[in-house]
Protein backbone atom coordinates (compact mmCIF):
# COMPACT_ATOMS: atom_id res chain seq x y z
CA UNK A 1 0.00 0.00 0.00
CA UNK A 2 2.91 2.61 0.51
CA UNK A 3 4.02 1.50 -2.47
CA UNK A 4 1.14 2.18 -4.57
CA UNK A 5 0.71 5.26 -2.72
CA UNK A 6 4.14 6.45 -4.00
CA UNK A 7 3.66 5.46 -7.55
CA UNK A 8 0.21 7.29 -7.50
CA UNK A 9 2.11 10.59 -6.27
CA UNK A 10 4.61 10.41 -8.92
CA UNK A 11 1.84 10.52 -10.98
CA UNK A 12 -0.31 12.99 -8.88
CA UNK A 13 2.58 15.57 -9.12
CA UNK A 14 2.75 16.31 -12.42
CA UNK A 15 -1.24 17.13 -12.54
CA UNK A 16 -0.18 18.85 -9.05
CA UNK A 17 3.16 20.54 -11.52
CA UNK A 18 0.75 21.79 -14.20
CA UNK A 19 -1.62 22.92 -12.19
CA UNK A 20 -4.25 20.62 -12.86
CA UNK A 21 -7.33 20.64 -10.34
CA UNK A 22 -6.57 16.75 -9.05
CA UNK A 23 -3.39 17.46 -6.88
CA UNK A 24 -1.32 14.56 -5.53
CA UNK A 25 -3.55 14.08 -2.31
CA UNK A 26 -6.06 12.80 -4.99
CA UNK A 27 -4.09 9.88 -6.57
CA UNK A 28 -2.50 8.87 -3.65
CA UNK A 29 -5.48 8.08 -1.84
CA UNK A 30 -7.06 6.38 -4.49
CA UNK A 31 -3.84 4.52 -5.42
CA UNK A 32 -3.61 3.45 -1.72
CA UNK A 33 -7.17 2.85 -1.37
CA UNK A 34 -7.31 0.80 -4.42
CA UNK A 35 -4.27 -2.03 -3.30
CA UNK A 36 -5.72 -2.29 0.56
CA UNK A 37 -9.25 -3.83 -1.66
CA UNK A 38 -7.16 -5.27 -3.68
CA UNK A 39 -5.15 -7.41 -1.42
CA UNK A 40 -8.15 -7.63 0.51
CA UNK A 41 -9.67 -10.12 -1.99
CA UNK A 42 -6.78 -11.66 -2.52
CA UNK A 43 -6.55 -13.33 0.81
CA UNK A 44 -9.92 -14.53 1.26
CA UNK A 45 -8.86 -17.98 3.59
CA UNK A 46 -8.43 -14.63 5.89
CA UNK A 47 -11.37 -13.04 6.24
CA UNK A 48 -13.10 -12.97 9.35
CA UNK A 49 -10.51 -14.92 11.29
CA UNK A 50 -9.98 -17.05 9.13
CA UNK A 51 -13.58 -18.79 9.58
CA UNK A 52 -15.57 -18.01 6.49
CA UNK A 53 -15.18 -20.58 4.90
CA UNK A 54 -15.43 -22.69 7.36
CA UNK A 55 -19.43 -21.51 8.91
CA UNK A 56 -20.34 -21.49 4.55
CA UNK A 57 -20.51 -17.45 5.09
CA UNK A 58 -20.85 -16.04 1.53
CA UNK A 59 -18.58 -13.76 -0.54
CA UNK A 60 -18.03 -10.38 0.81
CA UNK A 61 -16.44 -9.18 -2.37
CA UNK A 62 -20.25 -8.25 -3.80
CA UNK A 63 -20.79 -6.35 -0.55
CA UNK A 64 -17.51 -4.53 -1.07
CA UNK A 65 -18.43 -3.48 -4.39
CA UNK A 66 -21.73 -2.04 -3.71
CA UNK A 67 -19.81 -0.05 -0.71
CA UNK A 68 -17.09 1.52 -2.85
CA UNK A 69 -20.00 2.41 -5.32
CA UNK A 70 -22.12 3.81 -3.38
CA UNK A 71 -19.40 6.04 -1.16
CA UNK A 72 -18.46 7.66 -4.94
CA UNK A 73 -21.76 9.15 -5.75
CA UNK A 74 -21.81 10.57 -2.56
CA UNK A 75 -18.02 12.37 -2.89
CA UNK A 76 -19.45 13.37 -5.89
CA UNK A 77 -21.85 15.38 -4.70
CA UNK A 78 -19.28 16.82 -2.85
CA UNK A 79 -16.64 17.82 -5.77
CA UNK A 80 -18.23 21.25 -6.99
CA UNK A 81 -16.78 23.72 -9.69
CA UNK A 82 -16.70 27.67 -9.20
CA UNK A 83 -16.04 29.34 -12.12
CA UNK A 84 -12.78 28.08 -13.42
CA UNK A 85 -12.02 26.25 -9.50
CA UNK A 86 -12.78 22.72 -8.63
CA UNK A 87 -13.64 22.14 -4.72
CA UNK A 88 -13.92 19.08 -2.92
CA UNK A 89 -11.75 16.77 -4.71
CA UNK A 90 -9.04 15.87 -1.75
CA UNK A 91 -12.45 15.99 0.18
CA UNK A 92 -14.35 13.24 -2.17
CA UNK A 93 -11.38 10.69 -2.11
CA UNK A 94 -10.75 11.13 1.30
CA UNK A 95 -14.58 10.15 1.79
CA UNK A 96 -13.93 6.93 -0.17
CA UNK A 97 -10.67 5.91 1.07
CA UNK A 98 -12.13 6.17 4.34
CA UNK A 99 -14.73 3.30 3.34
CA UNK A 100 -12.13 1.05 2.87
CA UNK A 101 -10.61 1.25 6.20
CA UNK A 102 -14.40 0.29 7.62
CA UNK A 103 -13.91 -2.52 4.91
CA UNK A 104 -10.58 -4.07 6.37
CA UNK A 105 -12.37 -3.64 9.58
CA UNK A 106 -15.02 -5.41 8.13
CA UNK A 107 -13.21 -8.29 7.35
CA UNK A 108 -10.85 -8.33 10.66
CA UNK A 109 -7.66 -7.01 8.42
CA UNK A 110 -6.77 -4.80 11.51
CA UNK A 111 -3.22 -4.37 10.97
CA UNK A 112 -4.17 -3.38 6.97
CA UNK A 113 -6.68 -1.12 8.09
CA UNK A 114 -3.91 0.63 10.71
CA UNK A 115 -1.97 0.51 8.31
CA UNK A 116 -4.39 2.39 5.49
CA UNK A 117 -5.36 5.02 7.93
CA UNK A 118 -1.31 5.70 8.25
CA UNK A 119 -1.23 6.58 4.86
CA UNK A 120 -4.93 8.51 4.77
CA UNK A 121 -2.91 10.69 7.32
CA UNK A 122 -0.01 10.76 5.46
CA UNK A 123 -1.54 12.18 2.06
CA UNK A 124 -3.73 14.38 3.64
CA UNK A 125 -0.89 16.15 6.34
CA UNK A 126 2.76 15.05 5.34
CA UNK A 127 2.08 14.86 1.48
CA UNK A 128 0.95 19.05 1.16
CA UNK A 129 4.00 20.26 3.21
CA UNK A 130 6.60 17.88 1.05
CA UNK A 131 5.57 19.07 -1.91
CA UNK A 132 5.39 22.80 -1.39
CA UNK A 133 9.07 22.86 -1.18
CA UNK A 134 9.51 21.37 -4.87
CA UNK A 135 9.06 23.25 -8.02
CA UNK A 136 5.70 23.60 -9.27
CA UNK A 137 3.45 26.32 -11.43
CA UNK A 138 1.02 28.52 -9.84
CA UNK A 139 -2.31 29.20 -11.24
CA UNK A 140 -4.19 32.10 -11.09
CA UNK A 141 -7.87 33.33 -12.31
CA UNK A 142 -8.18 36.15 -14.19
CA UNK A 143 -11.34 37.61 -14.86
CA UNK A 144 -11.36 41.34 -16.66
CA UNK A 145 -14.33 43.15 -17.67
CA UNK A 146 -13.79 45.59 -20.43
CA UNK A 147 -15.81 48.98 -21.15
CA UNK A 148 -18.30 49.56 -23.36
CA UNK A 149 -17.39 49.40 -26.90
CA UNK A 150 -13.83 47.82 -26.83
CA UNK A 151 -12.96 44.74 -28.54
CA UNK A 152 -10.22 42.84 -26.44
CA UNK A 153 -7.82 40.72 -28.62
CA UNK A 154 -6.57 37.34 -27.84
CA UNK A 155 -3.22 37.75 -29.32
CA UNK A 156 -2.25 40.72 -27.35
CA UNK A 157 -3.52 38.96 -24.67
CA UNK A 158 -1.14 35.99 -25.12
CA UNK A 159 1.75 38.40 -26.06
CA UNK A 160 0.93 40.92 -22.69
CA UNK A 161 1.07 37.55 -20.56
CA UNK A 162 4.41 35.94 -21.97
CA UNK A 163 6.54 38.91 -21.46
CA UNK A 164 5.84 39.03 -17.96
CA UNK A 165 6.97 34.97 -17.98
CA UNK A 166 3.07 34.12 -17.81
CA UNK A 167 0.78 32.02 -20.36
CA UNK A 168 -2.82 31.07 -20.50
CA UNK A 169 -3.68 27.17 -21.70
CA UNK A 170 -5.84 28.19 -25.30
CA UNK A 171 -8.86 25.67 -23.54
CA UNK A 172 -9.33 28.21 -20.94
CA UNK A 173 -9.63 30.90 -22.46
CA UNK A 174 -12.97 32.79 -22.75
CA UNK A 175 -14.13 35.76 -23.94
CA UNK A 176 -18.05 36.80 -23.65
CA UNK A 177 -20.07 40.13 -24.52
CA UNK A 178 -22.78 41.17 -22.07
CA UNK A 179 -25.08 44.50 -22.18
CA UNK A 180 -21.72 45.92 -25.16
CA UNK A 181 -19.28 44.97 -22.91
CA UNK A 182 -16.74 42.35 -23.25
CA UNK A 183 -15.85 39.73 -20.43
CA UNK A 184 -12.39 37.96 -20.41
CA UNK A 185 -12.36 34.61 -18.14
CA UNK A 186 -9.22 32.53 -17.94
CA UNK A 187 -6.27 30.56 -15.91
CA UNK A 188 -2.81 31.74 -16.08
CA UNK A 189 0.06 29.71 -15.49
CA UNK A 190 3.28 31.11 -14.26
CA UNK A 191 6.19 29.45 -11.98
CA UNK A 192 5.50 29.23 -8.58
CA UNK A 193 8.94 31.65 -7.64
CA UNK A 194 7.29 34.34 -9.51
CA UNK A 195 3.55 34.16 -9.51
CA UNK A 196 3.46 36.10 -6.63
CA UNK A 197 5.61 39.74 -8.41
CA UNK A 198 3.79 38.87 -11.56
CA UNK A 199 0.25 39.06 -9.69
CA UNK A 200 0.92 42.22 -8.22
CA UNK A 201 2.34 43.49 -11.49
CA UNK A 202 -0.68 42.46 -13.76
CA UNK A 203 -3.16 43.75 -10.69
CA UNK A 204 -0.98 47.54 -11.16
CA UNK A 205 -1.04 47.99 -14.90
CA UNK A 206 -4.91 46.54 -15.24
CA UNK A 207 -5.70 48.96 -12.42
CA UNK A 208 -3.90 51.58 -14.59
CA UNK A 209 -5.79 50.11 -17.88
CA UNK A 210 -8.26 52.67 -19.38
CA UNK A 211 -9.97 50.48 -21.25
CA UNK A 212 -10.23 47.72 -18.63
CA UNK A 213 -13.62 48.46 -16.32
CA UNK A 214 -12.97 46.61 -13.56
CA UNK A 215 -10.70 42.80 -12.65
CA UNK A 216 -10.56 40.29 -10.48
CA UNK A 217 -7.16 38.37 -10.27
CA UNK A 218 -7.25 34.92 -7.44
CA UNK A 219 -4.95 31.88 -7.06
CA UNK A 220 -6.60 28.83 -8.26
CA UNK A 221 -8.01 26.03 -5.94
CA UNK A 222 -7.12 22.59 -6.52
CA UNK A 223 -8.28 21.34 -3.22
Not at 95 to 108: M, P
Amino acid sequence: MAGALALGWLVGYERYFNGRASGTQVYCLVCATSCAVTLLAGYPALWYGSTSHENGAGDPTRVIGSILTGIGFLGAGIIMQTGLNVRGLTTAASIWASSAIGILVGVDFHLAAVGLTALIVVSLSVVPRFEHRLPARAVMVGNVRFREGYRPDSSEIHRYLVERGLQVPPDTLSITRSNGRFELQCLIFGDSGTSAEAMNRIVRELSEMPDVEEFTVTHSSRA
